[in-house]
Every structure is written in C-alpha cells, then in structure tokens.
C-alpha cells in the first residue's frame, strides 16, 4: 500500500508564494523519481517539476524560473516552493512517485491564484 499525502494549496493573490509537501509511505523506494504535476479544467496534466534522488530537477517551461523542487529522502518527501505565482497557475497539483516498475498518485491539493 502507497499513500501520498499532499498538503500546502490554498488561494493566494497573483505575486505570491506557496510552499506544498508531498509525504510518501509503504512500498516504495527513497531512490524512486518524485514529481509535481498540474491539472486545469479543460486541459491535460502537466509535469510541473521533477526531481531525482540524486538531486537532478526537471522543469515545464512555463514555472522555470519560478518554482523549485526539493526532496528530502529520508523522509521520503519532496517540497514544491512555488513563488511569482500567476492567475494561469490555477491548478490541482498532484505529487507522483516513480520508478521502472510503477508509479504512484496523491490525491491533489487545489491551488488558485487570484488576480
């Protein structure tokens, strides 16, 4: 059993900061690859940010610059700082853990950044 626990959305105004935190347990790995997706009404989930336990990150185009992925992997948790957000950053964000052999899903954590 996998459980992904993802907290720290909310609503905050365009030009402002979150921080979510995604805590992973059960059968998985610290070796395993840890990301943050998003997923708007009408449009197809997005990889946001990725990052590997060796420190390696991904980024989509359109949060470089602005967000940071964080992992700790004795605790298994990876962290989104997202900052300079905008109103086209209105998403459910999802954390998602990986290997070759499966992949995980939280439940998301809604974020809405107002104008």
């Known amino acids: 059993q996998v459980q992904l626990v993802e907290s720290g959305g909310g609503l905050v105004q365009a030009g402002g900061s979150l921080r979510l935190t995604c805590v992973a347990s059960g059968s998985i790995f610290s070796s395993d690859v840890m990301g943050w997706y998003r997923q708007s009404p009408g449009k197809q989930r997005e990889l946001v940010a990725a990052i590997t336990s060796g420190g390696s990150t991904s980024y989509g185009d359109s949060v470089k610059g602005r967000f940071t992925i964080s992992r700790d992997n004795a605790k298994i948790t990876a962290y989104l700082q997202m900052n300079s957000l905008k109103p086209e950053d209105t998403a459910v964000y999802y954390c998602?853990?990986?290997?070759?052999?499966?992949?995980?899903w939280g439940q998301g954590t809604q974020v809405t950044v107002s104008s």
């Open positions: 998602k853990i990986w290997s070759k052999l499966y992949e995980h």
